[in-house]
C-alpha cells in the first residue's frame, strides 16, 4: 500500500540556519510527490512538486527538494530559514490505481524558528 | 477573492445535531475533496468526487455523507455529529489532468460537545 512517513514531529532550528525535513515513501511506481505547508490557522499551500524529470525541483518561498528514488525520499530543504518559516509542513504522494487523482499524506513535521 | 472558500470557518455543535459544511470554488475544476485533520494524524480523505455524478468515498467515510450540488459546490455532512468527529475539515479541489495537483480552501473547525 502506498503511504508517506515524516520522521520528525517537531524540529526547531535558529533563523539563518539550514533546514531539512524529511520524508519517505512507499510507491510501486513512478510517485508525483508534493509539499505543502500550514501556516497556524491556514489551509495548505502548495510549496513545490516533482511529477518527472530533473530530481531536484524548485518551489516557493526558497525552498527545494530533491528526489531520490533510490532511497525513496523527497526531502524538503532551504538554505537560511527565515522566522515566517514557522508552520507544520505535510510531504505527500499521489495515489494511483482506482484512487488516481487522491494524495496520501504523511502526519507532518511541525517547524519552530528561533530567533 | 479565495479560489476555494468554506463556511463557516467555525462552528460549535451539540452531539446528535446535524451539520452541513459547505465548499465553493471558482477555479472551473472538476474534482473536490473532503478532509479530516486532527493532531498529529496529518490529513485523512473522507470523500471525493471526480464531477457532479461520481461520488467516491475515502479512508473514513463512516458518519459522513456528501452532495455535490454542482462543478463548484461540495457539502459535507453529519447526520448525527459525535464528539470524535471535533476535527478541522478542509475542502480542495483539483483539475482533471492535474489530479493530484490539489489547492485547498482555509479549513472549518468543528467542536461537537
Known amino acids: 500500500a502506498q503511504s508517506v512517513t515524516q520522521p520528525d514531529i517537531h524540529i526547531t532550528v535558529s533563523e539563518g540556519a539550514s533546514l531539512e525535513l524529511r520524508c519517505n515513501y512507499s510507491?510501486?511506481?513512478?510517485?508525483?510527490l508534493f509539499w505543502y505547508v500550514q501556516s497556524p490557522g491556514q489551509g495548505l499551500q502548495l510549496l513545490l512538486k516533482?511529477?518527472?524529470?530533473?530530481?531536484l525541483v524548485q518551489g516557493i518561498k526558497g525552498f527545494e527538494a530533491e528526489f531520490k528514488r533510490s532511497q525513496s525520499s523527497f526531502n524538503l530543504r532551504k538554505p537560511s530559514v527565515h522566522w515566517s518559516d514557522a508552520a507544520e509542513y505535510f510531504c505527500a504522494v499521489g495515489a494511483y490505481g482506482g484512487s488516481q487523482g487522491n494524495l496520501i499524506f504523511g502526519k507532518g513535521t511541525k517547524l519552530s524558528v528561533k530567533p | 477573492d479565495a479560489d476555494v472558500t468554506q463556511t463557516p470557518r467555525n462552528r460549535i455543535t451539540k452531539t446528535g445535531k446535524r451539520i452541513m459544511l459547505e465548499c465553493s470554488q471558482t477555479k472551473g475544476h472538476d474534482r473536490m475533496y473532503w478532509y479530516r485533520q486532527d493532531p498529529g494524524l496529518g490529513l485523512q480523505l473522507i470523500y471525493y468526487s471526480f464531477d457532479v455524478k461520481d461520488i467516491n468515498k475515502g479512508e473514513i467515510s463512516d458518519g459522513y455523507s456528501v452532495s455535490r450540488q454542482a462543478q463548484a459546490k461540495f457539502s459535507l455532512s453529519l447526520e448525527s455529529a459525535i464528539p470524535n468527529q471535533t476535527a478541522l475539515y478542509f475542502c480542495?479541489?483539483?483539475?482533471?489532468?492535474?489530479?493530484?495537483?490539489?489547492?485547498f480552501g482555509p479549513g472549518t473547525r468543528l467542536t461537537v460537545l
Open positions: 516533482y511529477f518527472s524529470g530533473d530530481t
Open positions: 510507491y510501486g511506481a513512478t510517485p508525483y
Open positions: 480542495a479541489t483539483s483539475a482533471r489532468d492535474r489530479a493530484n495537483e490539489q489547492f
